[in-house]
């Protein structure tokens, strides 16, 4: 019933060979890696003006000059980035480039960065594609983190099912979010040029200033609005998922992406000032925005729902990411080598369920709350940033290929622009929420590390080395029985399969009963020699592991095999009424060497 | 550590031959067995007055009455039940009688209501030995519950310990409860004779009459103070603990404690009602009787500390009652196995646990108070002692012994009083809380008849039938490998030791893969042969589903053996890097017959 429950929501299993199909065309692609980048759209503008505002409303006219400055850096790493694809086009993940480039241990810093980065791209996105609907339905404010977990839910479900599928279900969506927000930035415009703008509204709560306008509160605005760089890096990690020549496609679709997120947002930016929106809880800045220019239309209803959608899609891209960078790290021994498993239908279904239980319980923890996530957020993005061009930077001085000048220029001005970013966001967020991802990094990379170290210990103590098989092992088969009886006989089968030598031991708890099963077993199973240990404390086990000891210390057998006849019931409940004793001495017996505990299962019929 | 923290807790196991000198004497014996009846005097008095408060504090004058009535009631009970004691020397609870004279089913309903009712017994005697504190020290109300959960877990460790031991630890409460009550009775009766009777203090919140003094509101009185003959049972059902004689020791015992508890009841009752005390939330009736004829004295607070002590004897009651008769059940098999196997102390630990996790759980879900736990209790125990003694009323007219006219009319009477107090009390408080223990009783009673339908369904398939052990059953292992290393082989090893014809079989996910693993078996581990599936789908289990399949269907052979190797590794944590497949193709081959899935470990080292 499960496995049926499994087929319907993910879909039938796909053979290994239909693998390489699964390429991306530009248009889907697009929608797949860009909407991360695309969709922050949604909440930047807003984040900027809620910093801004804790000035007073006057202070809300610094935002197009931070806008201008964020769009600046946009281009910068629009150019760095088309480096690192170029460089790798077999996906340039600040993972990949930092090892190659700046050995392992600041990779495994990108990573962690980023591991953490995708698991708050997705609840951030989400947050906000909950507060883009909630907004236009506020009756359902009171419900947004249960919208929020089933969306959640809802995105990594549709990952299981495939990469191809996904990016077809969310094409649409993504460009009609992009026609969307142009066309509400060209009525916008025009509502300006033609003088008809309404009368600057005054808020329901005006805001008080509780701070002044001071360079730190401009940087900490700036800060926030970084969050609209969330995502560039996505295409370069995604090349291979690209129709073939990968690299120019992935060049392309980055340079789209590039143009379209900085129109949107200036554009956004611009009329949030011209029409002297506020943030206020309830309403994002973006709806209330749509309802001044166009009212609460049918447009606008569209609007909001494709800033859902279009945000959806955006905790997609990490479901993109995530996984991808999970095979990674576990392919190199840094994480659980499940991450590196492909499941029925070709995706690592391993990352996708935990990143999806790790976004659900960001959620839960922080209401669903995108400004309480914003904080936490910038950080991760811009370390990786970082290390991804400092890496660029020294393969070209290290490689000297064609252009290798100007590639260094290029990557050196993209690494010290989002060096000093990260120190600006790390300092004036620090107290806000960074702190926790500061903390939380070195324990992730402390993980990667303890994960290595193991697998590193293990591969040395299974390495062959001048092995050699012996005859045959020499082995003594012990039959543990407490009573005489079909399930018996089936184990006491299955023991003189297995060696011509095989013993029953008995634990006898009183003497009585010990020369009953004497007795029987004289009569009933006389081909294999009965052992009784005697216990007085009533402990099963204890004269088992002593029995154990001496014959290993006499016999000196390689294998000593105990049978465990073993009742596998036919209702799940009746498992309570069984086996209670097997499992209590396969824990004894668990962490001892040269012993192998065998259940021999009998089968009850209802 | 968990060992060594279970022998501090509990003491050293002992040995089976120490059973039989874990023998009461009768001061033990009624300290042990008596405490669940003798404590009921903290509470009883109480719950009368609790009712009658309802019809105003004139009402309150009906008390003596009410407890006259019970005390008669006792009186009867006492006499049939030293008939059942004489009957059944080797314990005669409610179960013994009801199985030996009415049938199964009248005795599953006595077990059922009984178990039940030793629950409850813990719960409401901790409930009320707590309030018994919180009435000396107020500032402790808040953590009753808390205060609860810790008693019950004490006194489940010191049952653990053993029956002597623990009869021990409580010889000095219970006789220190019983001569400070009676101090009181004393005390408190000189001074209504000097005339030294305080004016009635007002109540804090004067009660108003929220009902008229009916006939039902009397009879809900009664039903509430019938709580005071629970736990009258106790010593019949413990016979065997007693030394010899049992049976005389153990009328003996009961008719003392008959006399003690009648002497407490209508001593405090008639006392409460002379100086006019009332129930009020915060203090038990107890505390405020004692303050008011000794004052806030020393004296005061051993008599509250007995009294709470006294009540965790009581619960103490329902841990040597409620194991004995799951024993008993678990013996006839209509409970699991488990609760008939003695720990490492002599005692029925299984029991001792279940009881203690349920009475914490009702603690917790009732907020730890009493009065809400009352409604509960008395349908258990009157539903068990009609059957008791309707049973021995049949004994009688089947065995017609010696005195059999008189035995039977005691039991007559007996079994007639508690049939009608049953159904009075299962009407008066049916809406109040009874209807639950209406409904769980049927539920524990399917349960049972599950249970023993279970084992009967077993005892069938196992029953030994002229069966031959053939000569040596045929027999094919394979061994699953993924990767040929130090673990393998010493799998491969194994292989060989337990047949001279195992072969390896690997699942091929890709082309590569496959051809280096061929490659490196025909180096290192040539002796047995390498048998490749295809999995174009990626999946280990359906293959080798498929094989065993053909396999059982080609050579016929009884037994399928599946070798699998596995890590055993040496830190907690590495166990989730290790053996995920292990688990599911041990679930996808666990309903199968034929087939044996063996664990050959391998020991990592740090």
Not at 90 to 117: E, F
Not at 147 to 170: D, M, P, T, W, Y
Not at 322 to 335: E, I, K, M, Q, V
């Amino acid at each position: 019933m499960l496995q049926s429950l499994k087929r319907l929501l993910i879909g039938e299993p796909k053979a290994t060979a239909e693998a390489p199909h699964e390429r991306l065309s530009k248009p889907i692609a697009l929608a797949v890696f860009s909407s991360d980048a695309l969709s922050s759209v949604a909440y930047a503008t807003e984040e900027i003006l809620l910093i801004l505002v804790l000035a007073g409303a006057a202070a809300l006219t610094w935002s197009i000059a931070i806008a201008a400055v964020i769009g600046l850096l946009l281009f910068i790493l629009t150019v760095s980035y088309r480096q690192t694809i170029h460089a790798y086009p077999s996906g340039g993940g600040a993972y990949s480039v930092s090892k190659d480039n700046l050995g392992i241990p600041a990779a495994l810093l990108a990573s962690a960065a980023l591991l953490i980065d995708y698991v708050l791209t997705v609840a951030v996105s989400v947050a906000a594609g909950v507060a883009a609907i909630t907004s236009a339905f506020p009756w359902l404010y009171g419900h947004r983190v249960l919208l929020g977990v089933i969306a959640v839910a809802g995105v990594a479900v549709a990952n299981l099912r495939g990469v191809r599928e996904s990016g077809r279900i969310f094409a649409v969506p993504t460009y009609l979010f992009i026609a969307s927000f142009l066309g509400l930035i060209v009525l916008g415009l025009a509502r300006i040029f033609f003088g008809n703008v309404p009368a600057v509204p005054s808020p329901i709560a005006p805001q008080a200033a509780v701070a002044a306008v001071t360079p730190f509160l401009i940087l900490r605005a700036f800060a926030s609005g970084c969050t609209a760089l969330t995502g560039v890096e996505a295409i370069s990690n995604g090349v291979p998922a690209f129709q073939r020549p990968e690299a120019d496609n992935a060049k392309q679709t980055l340079a789209w992406m590039a143009g379209i997120l900085l129109t949107l947002f200036l554009g956004i930016t611009f009329l949030a000032r011209e029409f002297g929106v506020q943030p206020r809880e309830g309403e994002t800045v973006i709806s209330q925005l749509a309802r001044m220019i166009v009212g609460t239309t049918s447009f606008y209803y569209i609007l909001q729902a494709a800033t859902a959608l279009v945000l959806l899609l955006a905790a997609n891209t990490s479901f993109a990411g995530f996984p991808r960078l999970s095979f990674l790290l576990a392919r190199d021994g840094f994480l659980p080598r499940q991450f590196a498993n492909r499941g029925d239908r070709l995706v690592f279904s391993n990352g996708i369920i935990i990143l999806a239980l790790l976004a659900a319980l960001l959620l839960v923890f922080f209401h669903g709350d995108t400004h309480a996530l914003i904080p936490l957020y910038a950080v991760g993005v811009f370390i990786s940033f970082t290390l991804s061009q400092a890496g660029m930077v020294r393969r070209h001085l290290r490689l000297r290929e064609v252009g290798w000048r100007r590639g260094a220029l290029i990557n050196g001005v993209g690494a010290l622009t989002t060096g000093i970013v990260l120190m600006v966001i790390a300092a004036t967020k620090f107290l806000h929420g960074a702190w926790l991802v500061v903390l939380v990094i070195p324990a992730v990379m402390r993980m990667f590390l303890a994960i290595r170290g193991h697998y590193g210990r293990v591969a040395g103590q299974l390495r062959l080395n001048h092995f050699d098989l012996p005859q045959r092992a020499a082995h003594t088969v012990l039959l543990l029985v407490s009573d005489i009886h079909m399930g018996t006989l089936h184990a006491v089968n299955y023991a003189r399969a297995i060696s011509s030598q095989a013993e029953a031991v008995y634990v006898g708890l009183d003497e009585e009963a010990t020369k009953r099963m004497q007795a029987r077993w004289a009569q009933w199973a006389r081909e294999i020699p009965l052992v009784i240990l005697d216990s007085p404390y009533r402990s099963i086990i204890r004269p088992l592991i002593e029995y154990v000891d001496k014959i290993q210390a006499e016999r000196k057998v390689e294998f000593v095999t105990l049978i465990l006849p073993q009742f596998v019931p036919a209702r799940w409940w009746e498992h309570f009424l069984h086996n209670q004793t097997a499992l209590r001495i396969k824990a004894g017996f668990y962490f001892r060497k040269g012993t192998v505990v065998i259940d021999v299962p009998f089968h009850l019929e209802r």
